[in-house]
C-alpha cells in the first residue's frame, strides 16, 4: 500500500553534513528522511525556492523531454529500502501505457515538484526505515533540528554514521 507524501523541506546533517529531505505523510504526523546528494539537494531546493536559472538543469530538461513526448508523470513512489538505500519508481503514461522508470528517489521528488505530481512511500519503506518518525519532527527551527538528530542512534544514521 502506498502512503501519499508531501515534501516538507530540506535540512543537512549536522553529524555527516549530507542533506536530508524529509517527506511527511499527508494524513498523519509520520516523517521520512532521506538523506541525498548535494547536487541533488539542489535541484530540489531550486525547484521548491521556484528559482528560475538561465538554463535547463536536469530535471527541467526530463520535464521538457516528457511534455514534448506528450507523456504524463501520474506520480512517483519510494518503493524499497535496501541495504541502507532507497529506490524509487517514477510512473508515467504515454498514449495510455503505462510505464514505470526506476529512479534514485532525489531525481524522482525533483522531477515530481516540476511536473506537480504526487509523491507516494511504500508503508513497508516506512515500517522498515529506523529513521521514520512516527511523532512530528520538531518545527523546522535550526536547534531543535539538530537536537533531534543528535538523539539519532548511530544504528539510525545507517551507513552516514561516522
Same mark, same amino acid.
Given at each position: ?6 515534501? =516538507?523541506?530540506?535540512?543537512? &546533517?549536522?553529524?555527516? %553534513?549530507?542533506?536530508?529531505? @524529509?517527506?511527511?505523510? +499527508?494524513?498523519?504526523?509520520? /516523517? ?22 538561465? =538554463?535547463?538543469?536536469?530535471? &527541467?530538461?526530463?520535464? %521538457?523531454?516528457?511534455?514534448? @513526448?506528450?507523456?504524463? +508523470?501520474?506520480?512517483?513512489? /519510494? ?27 532525489? &531525481? ?16 513497508? /519503506? ?27 542512534? &548511530? ?8
Amino acid at each position: 500500500m502506498e502512503v501519499e507524501m508531501k515534501i =516538507r523541506g530540506l535540512m543537512m &546533517d549536522p553529524v555527516s %553534513n549530507m542533506p536530508i529531505v @524529509l517527506l511527511k505523510d +499527508v494524513g498523519s504526523d509520520t /516523517v521520512l528522511p532521506i538523506w541525498v546528494g548535494a547536487y541533488e539537494a539542489n535541484a530540489i531546493a531550486l525547484e521548491i525556492e521556484k528559482v528560475s536559472t538561465p =538554463r535547463p538543469m536536469t530535471h &527541467d530538461l526530463i520535464k %521538457n523531454v516528457l511534455t514534448g @513526448l506528450d507523456a504524463l +508523470v501520474h506520480k512517483v513512489v /519510494v518503493t524499497e529500502l535496501k541495504d541502507d538505500t532507497f529506490y524509487a519508481v517514477i510512473w508515467l503514461e504515454k498514449e495510455g501505457h503505462v510505464i514505470s522508470i526506476d529512479s534514485r528517489p532525489s &531525481d524522482a521528488l525533483a522531477l515530481a515538484l516540476r511536473v506537480d505530481c504526487p509523491i507516494f512511500v511504500e508503508d513497508e /519503506v516506512l515500517k522498515t526505515s529506523k529513521q521514520a518518525a512516527a511523532n512530528p519532527i520538531p518545527a523546522v527551527n535550526s536547534e531543535e533540528l539538530r537536537k533531534y538528530l543528535e538523539d539519532l542512534d &548511530d544504528d539510525d544514521l545507517g551507513k552516514y554514521k561516522m
